[in-house]
Nanobody, 127 residues
Framework: QVQLAESGGGSVQTGGSLRLSCARS????????LAWFRQAPNKEREGVAM????????YYVDSVKGRFTISQDAAKNMVYLQMDDLKPEDTAMYFC????????????????????WGGGSQVTVSS
């Protein structure tokens, strides 16, 4: 099984930056997609950024394009989310997730397609 653990969350003011890290451990399982999701209180979990594990593709939800960057370091079993120009609407619990199946474009940010999840890291942006 794959274990995922997020770190790096915190509280910042509008316009600030944070970098989330996701450490992967456990039995080796070939994954296809690594993603960051977020969930604000009383809202559904939404996909934020995704990277294919062969490094060839990244995708972002429109609201974070140009501000967030997803990356991975396979040698260290790490996935990162650099978040710049943060806004109050970015406030949420952020989750790292991994999929072992090939996903079509329409499914890239479907939570049910990801079988492995971290426990989350809180990001709070104040105005």
């Amino acid at each position: 099984q794959v274990q995922l653990a997020e770190s790096g969350g915190g509280s910042v003011q509008t316009g600030g930056s944070l970098r989330l890290s996701c450490a992967r451990s456990g039995t080796y399982v070939r994954t296809t997609h690594l993603a960051w999701f977020r969930q604000a209180p009383n809202k559904e979990r939404e996909g934020v950024a995704m990277i294919t594990t062969d490094y060839t593709k990244t995708y972002y939800v429109d609201s974070v394009k140009g501000r967030f960057t997803i990356s991975q370091d396979a040698a260290k079993n790490m996935v990162y989310l650099q978040m710049d120009d943060l806004k109050p609407e970015d406030t949420a619990m952020y989750f790292c997730a991994a999929s072992v199946t090939l996903l079509g474009r329409a499914s890239l940010f479907t939570p049910g397609k990801y079988g492995f999840w971290g426990g989350g890291s809180q990001v709070t942006v104040s105005s």
